[in-house]
């Protein structure tokens, strides 16, 4: 029995599967005196040879996180080929929400255990990363910049005489912007295939396709096209982007499906994250031309990089539990940052698919913790929502994390440029306008925190199609963090 003054509960007969498992209770996590149980647990949803364990009572809530620390069989990690025992994580098998990978706070490998905090009970047990970590259904949410399909945009030239003096009109090229969203299946050996309705430039097209897929030691995941990124232990939530000199440059996301659902499974604050293109969000793009009054005239004239329609964008979206919402956030348009707010109605499926009134559509993830968006048709966006909710200290995000980019950086180099020509006047015609891939980018990174605000980070980078490498540090606060568009597991 533990009161609130705290206390701890363990396995100390060795002759037990669950010898090493230990639960420690702070003081104040408890309110009343609590009867704490560990019994053997196994069956569906536990992998084989891991030695799991039914932390209880079922459904307690800590008011301050529990240290737990169980301990890893031999057999497990020879089974599943895992030689760094650095890379096992404790994981919760949550009925009725998602697997959820807990963060080490310590690991001791003569014992063979390892330990983490948790708020609550369940069932627990200590995985590493395999092909196994992927399995089964996944919603996911891609954005992409793919210019190889479609035609360039074009400016019309029409010069009456000369000398002459005009602004060109420069298009969006919105033909080479895509959105994604759909299912994919994870055989657990290798395999995946999935189908999906891609976005082009607001029309709607159904794809899908097949291919093999790997997961290393360390959680890192990669598909046979070139796309990587990582995985939790879990399986429940996984990010990828390309990074190696890949023509589409794109980033995406995925969580598990499983669970029921209804309107009232989304409701309180979530933090979301969007990135989109939108054509109307400020004055198109022009070119000054001046031609003299000498022909024939020629000039090769700087392409200005479409930022306008670039956006960003940090909402705190509130939903009622009963399909309706209101939000407030800060969009960055092309570096100009502005608040903006709005609310509207959403609804849930019983499979978990979401629908938000203004188009987007995506998928929760079991428990609602979590959330994808994308849109199907119309402006090109994806997103991703977190729910937000308990106390933080920098001490918080401590660790490894993989994080997954998707940006427009004009500043990479010089803009393209097209070439004119006009041998007389009058004078008309047109000039493709090449597609400034140059300016975005998709990135992985790996990014340690170390808890007391500070972090270090290493990565690849698709800049433009080509491959970069880079590494850096900095520091955190756990009150706000800016980044680009990114998505983290």
Aim: charged content about 10%; glycine content about 12%; overall charge negative.
């Amino acid at each position: 029995m533990v009161d609130s003054t705290g206390g701890t509960v363990a396995v100390t007969d060795t002759s037990s599967p669950l010898a090493g498992t230990q639960v420690v209770v702070p003081a104040g996590a408890l309110s009343s005196p609590t009867m704490i149980t560990i019994a053997t647990v196994s069956g569906a949803g536990i992998p084989a040879n891991v030695v799991a364990a039914r932390l209880g009572p079922s459904g307690i809530v800590f008011a301050n996180p529990v240290t737990v620390t169980l301990p890893y069989s031999a057999q497990y990690m020879a089974a599943n080929a895992i030689t760094d025992p650095a890379t096992l994580k404790v994981v919760a098998f949550n009925r009725n929400v998602a697997n959820e990978t807990l963060r080490t706070i310590f690991q001791d490998t003569n014992q063979n255990t390892v330990t983490a905090q948790t708020t609550h009970f369940s069932d627990f047990g200590v995985l590493g990363y395999t092909a196994a970590s992927l399995s089964g259904d996944y919603a996911m949410n891609f954005t992409m910049i793919d210019a190889r399909f479609g035609s360039p945009v074009q400016i019309a030239l029409d010069v009456p005489r000369v000398p002459y003096s005009t602004a060109l009109n420069v298009p969006f090229p919105a033909y080479a912007f895509r959105d994604e969203q759909g299912t994919v299946t994870f055989d657990g050996a290798g395999n995946y295939q999935w189908s999906a309705i891609r976005n082009i430039a607001g029309t709607s097209t159904e794809v899908g396709g097949n291919g093999t897929y790997t997961v290393s030691p360390d959680g890192t995941m990669a598909l046979d096209f070139g796309l990587e990124g990582s995985v939790l232990a879990g399986g429940s939530t996984f990010v990828l982007a390309a990074t190696h000199s890949a023509a589409v440059i794109e980033m995406g996301m995925g969580v598990k499906k499983s669970g029921s659902f209804d309107a009232s499974s989304l409701q309180g604050s979530y933090a979301v994250g969007l990135y989109y293109s939108d054509a109307t969000a400020g004055p198109a793009n022009t070119i000054a031309l001046d031609v003299p009054d000498a022909l024939p005239y020629q000039a090769n004239l700087a392409v200005p990089f479409p930022g306008y329609a670039l956006n960003s964008e940090l909402r705190t979206m509130v939903f009622d539990g009963a399909g309706n919402y209101s939000w407030s956030g800060t969009r960055n348009t092309s570096g100009v940052s502005r608040p903006t707010s709005g609310s509207g109605t959403y609804t849930v499926s019983a499979d978990g698919a979401l629908t938000i009134d203004t188009g987007l559509t995506g998928h929760l993830l079991a428990g609602a913790s979590t959330f994808i968006l994308t849109s199907p048709s119309g402006t090109v966006q994806m997103g991703a929502g977190i729910r937000k909710g308990g106390t933080f200290s920098a001490a918080t995000l401590g660790g490894r994390y993989t994080v997954a980019y998707h940006y427009a950086d004009a500043t990479a180099r010089a803009p393209d440029s097209i070439s004119i020509s006009i041998p007389s006047t009058p004078y008309s015609g047109t000039v493709d306008v090449p597609f400034p891939l140059y300016g975005f980018n998709s990135e992985v990174r790996s990014i340690v925190f170390d808890g007391s605000g500070r972090y270090t980070w290493t990565g690849m980078r698709d800049k433009g199609g080509e491959s970069v490498s880079g590494s850096g540090g900095g520091t955190y606060s756990s009150t706000r963090m800016v980044c680009s568009s990114w998505m983290a597991v």
